[in-house]
């Protein structure tokens, strides 16, 4: 009797650990039983996963829970927009919480979040480009979204992209932003092409430089390794974050904090004229490398920088 009893204890002590110490068993973990090879299966289970935590355990729950970046699994992770297309919960990109999907460019400029906020409870697949947590490269993307109770419940997988880039240099026109972004994102494409060492070679060359626009580019530990207007900076190995405006502004350590998304960073600078200006510069990270590029508008007579 005594050994039953024992027994019965045991049995309880486990049914609480699978019932009470993670309430959430029985909730997430179900897309596991999708292999990850098939990969849009699985992504529709990884979100289907956070519209059952949704049902079961809450809003509050569901939110805290993909806001954690500890949920982050390899190349999958959920973002959920409420009922008027505010990010609620993107571990990924915490930066967008509170922004309105349809109003976020995407790494191009292009609002991508528009087509996936047309999601209804049937669901939709949206193609874009976007960083993959899992190799740090921007990779192509593919996003299932669906509704449920108003809220959009969202996640993808990324696919083999092998990018021209020549089909990101459109004609420059009268968007700096816009052409600023396409040229760093050729700079990128170019990279996944030739590789890094020929790719710092080509925008080196002086004769890559376009009117007031060139690209740069640092290494993982943010040593310039390309930068057509001061090659001092290359032969030099300096480093990035070393470098400091006229006025004080740490400009390379604000530029090095770019991320996988981007980063827009204002400072002054120079022209070959020695014209003091103020730089308008797009930073991104990929593969561990920074690339960058900016326009500017010419203040009146300064200093060179060094």
Not at 254 to 277: C, D, M, P, R, S
Request: charged letters at 20%; aromatic letters at 16%; glycine letters at 8%.
């Amino acid at each position: 009797m005594k050994d039953y009893c024992t027994l019965l204890l045991i049995l309880s002590l486990v049914a609480i650990g699978f019932t009470g110490c993670d309430n959430l068993t029985g909730v997430i973990g179900d897309s596991y039983k999708t292999p990850m090879d098939e990969q849009e299966a699985f992504t529709i289970a990884f979100v289907q996963e956070a519209i059952d935590l949704y049902k079961t355990q809450g809003r509050d729950t569901a939110i805290a829970h993909y806001n954690d970046p500890q949920n982050i699994d390899r190349q999958w992770y959920v973002f959920i927009t409420d009922e008027n297309g505010f990010y609620v919960a993107n571990a990924f990109a915490p930066y967008l919480i509170g922004a309105n999907i349809k109003n976020a460019p995407g790494i191009d400029g292009l609002y991508s979040g528009v087509d996936i906020a047309k999601a209804t409870a049937e669901g939709r697949w949206t193609e874009y480009i976007w960083p993959n947590p899992e190799t740090n490269k921007i990779e192509q993307k593919r996003t299932w979204s669906i509704r449920y109770d108003g809220y959009l419940f969202a996640s993808g997988y990324y696919e083999p992209w092998a990018p021209d880039p020549a089909s990101f240099l459109p004609a420059r026109g009268d968007d700096s932003e816009a052409y600023t972004r396409s040229l760093v994102l050729s700079a990128i494409a170019r990279y996944e092409r030739d590789g890094s060492t020929a790719t710092a070679a080509y925008y080196n060359d002086p004769a890559r430089i376009d009117g007031e626009w060139y690209v740069f580019i640092t290494d993982e530990n943010d040593i310039f390794v390309s930068h057509p207007v001061r090659q001092d900076f290359v032969a030099n190995q300096t480093g990035l974050k070393d470098l400091v405006c006229c006025d004080g502004y740490q400009l390379g350590i604000e530029i090095a904090k770019a991320t996988g998304t981007g980063l827009w960073v204002n400072y002054l600078w120079h022209t070959k004229w020695f014209y003091q200006e103020v730089k308008h510069t797009w930073a991104i990270r990929h593969d561990g490398y920074l690339f960058g590029s900016g326009f500017s508008a010419i203040l009146g007579n300064g200093i060179l920088i060094d």
